[in-house]
Structure formats: structure tokens, C-alpha cells
């Protein structure tokens, strides 16, 4: 059972619009959350991360918001680039016993049209 | 500074052979990880390592073995190629087990 969920696959949006990448989760031990990029023929790279103890984290064009009683979190991308075409995937940590193994979603693909 | 990298790229196994994907981080982790992508889905964790000469298994060992006798590798060996290993693996590190971990570019591997 997907502990991690981005029900997207796909997403497309017009350029300098905002882009808005949904995540929900189903284990309430989740602390520690992270969205990485990835392009094809490349590993993910680290984009945002936030804490359970705060709702937003905002870092340049990309903000990322939690919603624990609705195990739900969103990044928002504003103004969306084209060179932000890429994979997004929504990632958590239970801490306590993890080791910080990463559960990942499945990605949703973001397509910014020029 | 290199980050993360893996060898090969990419490699065709037949069924049985088996094989090691190498990865090296220069960053001076402890943490270090193997996943593996299959198509349209998130990546799995495989084996992990907390610092050298320490490991344990993942979400999906099985068909996997891996060590860490230095700080900067974690080889990932494929001892019994079976079709169901043709994916694609990640390997990736991290300072500690609360922040975020840098990823190689993978190797894409096909079990014919």
C-alpha cells in the first residue's frame, strides 16, 4: 500500500502561471518532508523540504505548504518556467525508525509550455 | 567536487550473470542509499548504510547484497540476474538521516 501519493501523473502549465504539485500521505509518523526534481537521464535533485512542526517553506520561485490534519502538502511554483519542465516527487521521512529512508511517491511530470 | 557518481551507465545482464554497480560520494557522508525506479514509479530503497561496515536492508533487498568498507563506497551487487531487476538504480547520500540526500545519475540496467 503507497504510503506516499501524488494522484497526477502529468501536469501542464503556461508559462509564468503558477504550478501546483500535490502530495497526500497516509502514515501519520511522517515528520519531514522533501520534493526533488528529476530530468530524464538524470538523478533527482533536492528542491524543498519542510518540517511537521511548520505549514509553510518558501525558497525563491518555490513554496512548499503542509497540511497535517489532511496529510496533505503542495508545492507551488510561481512563475512557472519552462525550464522547470521535469518530474517532481513528494518524499517522506518517519524519523523514529527509519534511518532517514526516503518514501517516495510516483512522481508527477510538469510540463511548462513557453 | 564530484557529489555522487555511479558506474556504469548502463549495462545489459543475461539472466543469472551477475554483476556490481559501484558508487563513490566524495562529500565525506555517513549515510549512503541504493534505490531502484521501475517505470511510472517512485524509487525504493534497496540496502542502506549509516557509516562504514554497517548496512542493512531496505524495502527490497532480495537479489541485492551490499558493503561499505570505506566512507566514500557502497558497491551493490547483483548475484543472480533475474528480469525483475531490470530498472533503473540509484545510488545517493546524505550527512545524516534528517536532511537531504544527493543522488548519483543512475544506471540503467536491462536483464535479458
Known amino acids: 500500500d503507497q504510503q506516499v501519493k501524488q494522484n497526477s501523473p502529468s501536469l501542464s502549465v503556461q508559462e509564468g502561471r503558477i504550478s501546483i504539485l500535490n502530495c497526500d500521505y497516509t502514515?501519520?509518523?511522517?515528520?519531514?518532508f522533501l520534493w526533488y526534481k528529476k530530468y530524464p537521464a538524470e538523478g533527482p535533485t533536492f528542491l524543498i523540504s519542510?518540517?511537521?512542526?511548520?505549514d509553510k517553506n518558501e525558497d525563491g520561485r518555490f513554496t512548499v505548504f503542509l497540511n497535517k490534519s489532511a496529510k496533505h502538502l503542495s508545492l507551488h511554483i510561481v512563475p512557472s518556467q519552462p525550464g522547470d519542465s521535469a518530474v517532481y516527487f513528494c518524499?517522506?521521512?518517519?524519523?523514529?525508525?527509519?534511518?532517514?529512508?526516503?518514501?517516495f511517491g510516483k512522481g508527477t511530470k510538469l510540463s511548462v509550455k513557453p | 567536487n564530484a557529489g555522487v557518481t555511479q558506474t556504469p551507465k548502463f549495462r545489459i545482464l543475461k539472466i543469472g550473470q551477475s554483476m556490481t554497480l559501484q558508487c563513490t560520494q566524495d562529500?565525506?557522508?555517513?549515510?549512503m542509499y541504493w534505490y531502484r525506479q521501475d517505470p511510472g514509479m517512485g524509487l525504493k530503497l534497496i540496502y542502506y548504510?549509516?557509516?562504514?561496515?554497517?548496512?542493512d536492508k531496505g524495502e527490497v533487498p532480495n537479489g541485492y547484497n551490499v558493503s561499505r568498507s570505506t566512507t566514500e563506497d557502497f558497491p551493490l551487487r547483483l548475484e543472480l540476474a533475474a528480469p525483475s531487476q531490470t530498472s533503473v538504480y540509484f545510488c545517493?547520500?546524505?550527512?545524516?538521516?534528517?536532511?537531504?540526500?544527493?543522488f548519483g545519475p543512475g544506471t540503467r540496467l536491462t536483464v535479458l
Open positions: 545517493a547520500s546524505g550527512r545524516d538521516s534528517y536532511n537531504e540526500q544527493f
Open positions: 502514515n501519520s509518523m511522517f515528520d519531514y
Open positions: 519542510i518540517s511537521s512542526i511548520k
Open positions: 518524499a517522506a521521512i518517519d524519523e523514529r525508525g527509519s534511518q532517514g529512508n526516503l518514501i
Open positions: 562529500m565525506n557522508h555517513n549515510y
Open positions: 548504510s549509516v557509516g562504514a561496515g554497517i548496512t
